[in-house]
């Protein structure tokens, strides 16, 4: 370096652009609601109307939707967050401006706080009502009607306020897959728990059975037989009528065991993918299950999961036969083969289901009509509702990958 020339100063760094999050709150005497657009740098938006199943005021459902913007933008990532409301409370109390008289506001601002220390950025801005329209909007939304909800906004409903409820998590990918290696694992266990006991139950019925009942054999002639047989009788050979030799010592054919019965029913909204299944023992026990994926299926797709969950609760349980019970025309039809499959995701479904189907003894499926698969399609909107809405006996299960992805897991 040459004397007298001082080093030179690192400009700063420029501070990176901002998410902008604009709110709004809403209360009447029937509902309490809010909505919220969140706007990356680069313009892409997420729009949400937001409904709670509690009483709130005014200035609680401007807070609501508040600490759910900001619990959304550490989801996503954003890491400087430019908030904009036309409440002035919210905004006085949060800049601390205003003081906080009251206990709940005072936990709806620490609340707040805690999502704000999670960014290296923020500020919040009142503005004018009139430049509030779009989340004005939102929370005005009739959610009663879904074709009153845009594309592009999603809806959420909210059982408990925020300053009782959990920060959303972000999943860890490979957290999640060993969670889910887990899960198999789990499954695989229960699997082969569930096949000891059914064997053990197997034997004890042998045992049973050979106490109980004793071998006898019959001859043509006997008095049993006597009758049948006198009316085929041609030149001293006993016949069936359709004329195949019938041997004196020919076993009678063994009766098909009764089976399973597999009804299942699979529903898509804009907003989630769910199913119904009941498996019913041939004595009349029934499994029940209220399923909700955790991911986008068509109507088709899920049907095709519901078959799929089922018939591996089947083998799982060391069912011989099943017949299956659905009032999806198109995936009867596939299953069939009556009609021709168009699409590869439709062709694995296919595959994966075959695949349980081979480990079966006997397996049907039937259409049956819509108004005679009411119990899987309760189960279905169940698995939508309250948890506590779910009768004891039908577990609520959810599934994060299909069943396609799980088996390309197990492979």
């Known amino acids: 370096m040459l004397a007298g020339v001082s080093k030179p100063e690192e400009l700063p760094k420029e501070e990176p652009k901002p998410w902008v999050l604009q709110v709004d709150g809403s209360t009447t005497k029937e509902a309490s609601r809010a909505g919220l657009i969140l706007t990356s740098p680069k313009g892409q938006r997420l729009s949400y109307a937001l409904r709670f199943e509690f009483k709130a005021t005014n200035n609680e459902a401007e807070y609501?939707?508040?600490?759910?913007?900001?619990?959304?933008?550490?989801?996503?990532?954003?890491?400087?967050?430019?908030?904009?409301?036309?409440?002035?409370?919210?905004?006085?109390?949060?800049?601390g401006e205003?003081?906080?008289?009251?206990?709940?506001?005072?936990?709806?601002?620490?609340?707040?706080?805690?999502?704000?220390?999670?960014?290296?950025?923020?500020?919040?801005?009142?503005?004018?009502?009139?430049?509030?329209?779009?989340?004005?909007?939102?929370?005005?939304?009739?959610?009663?009607?879904?074709?009153?909800?845009g594309r592009n906004a999603s809806a959420r409903y909210l059982e408990l306020p925020s300053i009782f409820a959990s920060d959303i998590q972000v999943i860890d990918h490979q957290e999640n897959q060993e969670d889910l290696r887990a899960e198999l694992d789990l499954l695989e266990e229960t699997r082969e728990t569930s096949m000891a006991k059914v064997?053990?139950?197997?034997?004890?019925?042998?045992?049973?059975?050979?106490?109980?009942?004793?071998?006898?054999?019959?001859?043509?002639?006997?008095?049993?037989?006597?009758?049948?047989?006198?009316?085929?009788?041609?030149?001293?050979?006993?016949?069936?009528?359709?004329?195949?030799?019938?041997?004196?010592?020919?076993?009678?054919?063994?009766?098909?065991?009764?089976?399973?019965?597999?009804?299942?029913?699979?529903?898509?909204t804009r907003e989630e993918s769910k199913a119904g299944l009941i498996l019913t023992s041939p004595k009349g026990q029934r499994l029940s299950y209220a399923l909700r994926f955790e991911f986008k299926a068509t109507n088709n797709e899920v049907e095709y999961e519901a078959l799929v969950v089922?018939?591996?609760?089947?083998?799982?349980?060391?069912?011989?036969?099943?017949?299956?019970?659905?009032?999806?025309?198109?995936?009867?039809?596939?299953?069939?083969?009556?009609?021709?499959?168009?699409?590869?995701?439709?062709?694995?479904?296919?595959?994966?289901?075959k695949a349980q189907i081979a480990k079966l003894q006997g397996f049907n499926i039937v259409r049956i009509p819509r108004e005679e698969n009411n119990e899987a399609d309760y189960l279905a909107k169940l698995a939508t509702t309250k948890e506590d809405a779910i009768p004891r006996n039908a577990p609520m299960t959810g599934s994060k990958l299909s069943s396609l992805r799980l088996e390309l897991q197990n492979t």
């Open 64 to 95: 609501e939707a508040l600490v759910v913007g900001l619990e959304l933008a550490s989801a996503v990532g954003a890491s400087h967050v430019l908030t904009k409301s036309d409440s002035q409370l919210v905004v006085g109390q949060v800049l």
């Open 98 to 149: 205003y003081t906080v008289k009251e206990e709940v506001m005072q936990k709806y601002l620490d609340r707040g706080k805690a999502q704000i220390a999670k960014l290296q950025g923020f500020n919040i801005v009142r503005i004018p009502r009139k430049e509030n329209n779009e989340a004005d909007y939102l929370a005005k939304l009739d959610m009663a009607k879904e074709d009153a909800i």
């Open 199 to 268: 064997d053990i139950y197997q034997q004890r019925m042998v045992k049973y059975h050979e106490v109980q009942v004793r071998p006898r054999s019959f001859r043509a002639g006997d008095l049993i037989l006597r009758q049948n047989l006198s009316h085929w009788k041609e030149g001293g050979q006993a016949r069936l009528k359709l004329g195949r030799p019938l041997s004196e010592r020919e076993e009678l054919p063994k009766e098909e065991p009764k089976p399973w019965v597999l009804q299942v029913d699979g529903s898509t």
């Open 310 to 353: 089922g018939l591996e609760l089947a083998n799982a349980i060391g069912a011989s036969h099943v017949l299956a019970k659905s009032d999806s025309q198109l995936v009867i039809g596939q299953v069939l083969g009556e009609y021709t499959m168009k699409e590869e995701v439709m062709q694995k479904y296919l595959d994966n289901m």
